[in-house]
């Protein structure tokens, strides 16, 4: 085991969580520009190093204690002037220990006793205080010009030896009273009674308390699942640098699309990650709210071409903090640190990875991190569902296209751009576009086999009535990334139009089961499934979420109420469901049952028979059959 000697500085902001409760948006806003006006030009002033970071609070290692305290007493005053001109309840204050001791370095974090006591010298500081152990007083006091307080010998958890602290004091701030002796028994009784234990039991058995509370599985608001079950949380902005935040989200989406290929984990998609974007939440309140076990955080500070990545898994049942990481990289090499974090994460959980490949995601296929960002802001305007997004994702994907015309990317994106055309109704050519979709997707699998292309492929095949071709290609992508949440529901979905209802609402209902916090074309997508298995309960239940939500996918609004119309009409409840379709006619008077059912083969056989019972339900609750 390598040690080294160093300087570690220890900081957070005091009660954070309350000043996150009164006011989130402007709390975070403030931390921003602390970190971007204050920390980070400190940080590269006086040579600190990150070595881990949690949001509120940050391990940082100095090359010297007389750049560690320079640094602590610079950040302390400018943020203290800072604060001088907001309203009390709205200032943030920090508290700071530092130590000179002897760590454990363990991929580019610190552990030991040296880091420790550093932690420990912080809790026990003032708002805007620092304090420092002798070790570091020893170092300074003939360097530096400092009024010290001796609060003497103090008894810090999990510490042998009491430490020596001093309290750093700037000018005009108060001497702090020192702490009082740990409470409890006499230390000598605690030994005497540990000692009796063993010798009675033959063993003396010892647990550590858990860093944060324990989530209880049964008060989890979904059932939480047998296999290994995590939410990646969106990694968060820790500079401010104008480029961060489209690294922080395409690590976050690289991260997801990677280990929703392991078969034997639950990982959360997307949408539910992104939607713990800018919020500031706990492990065990992400454990709670979404029915996992394991949270990942992390975060990107960004300098020029360089970026560090830091990131840490928590086990909520446990209430622990597994492990963290850092690195420190380029951007040519952002997806070498993502596979790190994935290794170290899969070896944690003992998930094996055998059973599939990294290079099966849209983000390895692009080759660099640059590109995979690129891929992710098409498909975000893609999935507007609207003109304006189709033409921007359409400008985007093009140019990647005609940047690298041999990659197998290229033409999978191509080809959602002419399907999407008929989809929207703004196609010239619906057959002639399809099969140019169709032969696009082809191209690309053609050159390398992967998920997404096949859940395209099922969703065309399925559109041109190709049903037996449509599952086989539905199969396919859920065999090669069985956790992904939208090759679920895609393949789902296509099965679903496919003739096998049963199958695909159950891959549509695992797609929801990880997106708690649904994209917003799912639900459309999953409507008619529900209702066609009499599920009209959960058809309004679903419908009216979508109802309260503002959208921006054009679509969702619209869906949902002809899906709550049908769900009324198809359980006996005509009154409430001509309700909800004269307030359809009221926002759109040219309503009519064929827009409604618009992509439906109503002359099909049995895989269209609910269809054709869909259509009947609506000329119930009142939709003209034609234009009025």
Do not use: C
């Not at 059932?223 to 968060?236: E, G, H, K, T």
């Not at 898994?313 to 952002?334: C, K, N, P, Y």
């Not at 139009?497 to 695909?504: C, T």
């Amino acid at each position: 085991m390598k040690r080294r000697l160093t300087t570690i500085l220890a900081a957070d902001i005091v009660s954070f969580s309350r000043l996150i409760g009164a006011d989130e948006e402007g709390i975070l806003a403030l931390r921003r520009q602390h970190q971007r006006q204050i920390i980070a030009p400190l940080l590269k002033a006086h040579g600190g190093r990150v070595a881990n970071t949690a949001g509120d609070s940050w391990l940082i290692e100095f090359p010297s204690a007389v750049e560690a305290l320079r640094f602590a007493i610079a950040g302390q005053t400018r943020i203290e002037r800072m604060n001088a001109g907001l309203p009390e309840n709205a200032q943030m204050h920090y508290r700071i220990g530092i130590n000179l001791g002897d760590v454990v370095p363990e991929e580019g974090d610190l552990l030991g006793d040296g880091v420790n006591i550093a932690a420990r010298l912080e809790a026990l500081a003032p708002a805007g205080g620092i304090l420092i152990s002798r070790s570091v007083r020893d170092q300074v006091r003939d360097r530096l010009d400092l009024d010290l307080q001796d609060l003497g010998e103090i008894e810090v958890k999990n510490i042998t030896r009491p430490v020596r602290a001093f309290q750093v004091l700037r000018s005009g701030e108060p001497r702090m009273k020192a702490p009082g002796p740990v409470q409890g028994y006499p230390r000598s009784l605690v030994i005497s009674a540990a000692l009796a234990v063993s010798l009675i039991g033959g063993t003396l058995w010892w647990r550590e308390q858990p860093d944060f509370p324990p989530v209880d599985p049964a008060a989890m608001a979904l059932a939480l699942p047998q296999r290994p079950s995590i939410a990646v949380l969106p990694f968060r902005d820790a500079g401010g640098d104008a480029g961060a935040e489209g690294i922080s989200d395409g690590l976050t989406e690289v991260l997801i699309a990677t280990l929703s290929l392991a078969p034997d984990m639950v990982v959360m998609g997307r949408a539910t990650a992104l939607s713990y974007k800018g919020r500031q939440v706990a492990p065990g309140q992400v454990a709670q709210e979404l029915g996992v076990r394991y949270v990942l955080s992390g975060s990107v500070l960004k300098s020029g071409d360089s970026a560090r990545i830091t990131a840490s898994l928590s086990d909520a049942v446990e209430g622990r903090q597994l492990w963290s990481f850092h690195e420190d990289t380029d951007m040519d090499h952002i997806l070498e640190v993502q596979d790190q974090i994935a290794q170290k994460l899969f070896a944690q959980l003992q998930v094996p990875r055998a059973d599939f490949q990294a290079d099966r995601t849209v983000a390895a296929l692009s080759g660099d991190f640059q590109t995979s960002v690129l891929v992710m802001q098409g498909r975000d305007a893609l999935q507007r569902f609207d003109l304006e997004g189709h033409r921007k994702a359409e400008r985007i994907w093009t140019a990647l296209h005609d940047a690298n015309p041999d990659s197998a990317l290229g033409p999978y994106l191509l080809a959602w751009l002419t399907w999407q055309r008929v989809i929207l109704g703004i196609s010239q050519d619906p057959a002639g576009d399809l099969q140019k979709s169709r032969q696009l997707v082809a191209k690309a699998l053609a050159t390398r086999e992967w998920a997404d292309p096949y859940t395209l492929t099922a969703l065309i095949e399925a559109v041109m009535g190709r049903y037996d071709q449509a599952i086989i290609a539905a199969n396919r992508a859920i065999d090669l990334a069985p956790g992904d949440a939208e090759v679920n529901t895609l393949a789902g979905l296509a099965l679903y139009n496919s003739g096998d209802a049963a199958r695909g609402l159950e891959h549509m209902l695992k797609g929801m089961r990880l997106e708690p916090a649904y994209p917003q074309w799912l639900p459309g997508a999953l409507y008619p499934a529900l209702l066609e298995a009499g599920r009209y309960g959960e058809t309004l239940a679903l419908a009216q979420s979508v109802l309260d939500k503002e959208m921006w996918d054009a679509r969702a609004h619209p869906q949902a109420r002809a899906a709550r119309a049908a769900a009324f009409a198809l359980r006996g409840d005509v009154e409430s469901a001509r309700a909800v379709v004269r307030d359809m006619r009221k926002a759109n008077p040219g309503l009519t049952v064929e827009a409604l059912t618009a992509g439906y083969d109503l002359h099909a056989q049995a895989p269209r028979v609910f269809h054709r019972k869909l259509v009947d339900a609506f000329i119930v609750a009142g939709v003209p059959r034609a234009r009025e």
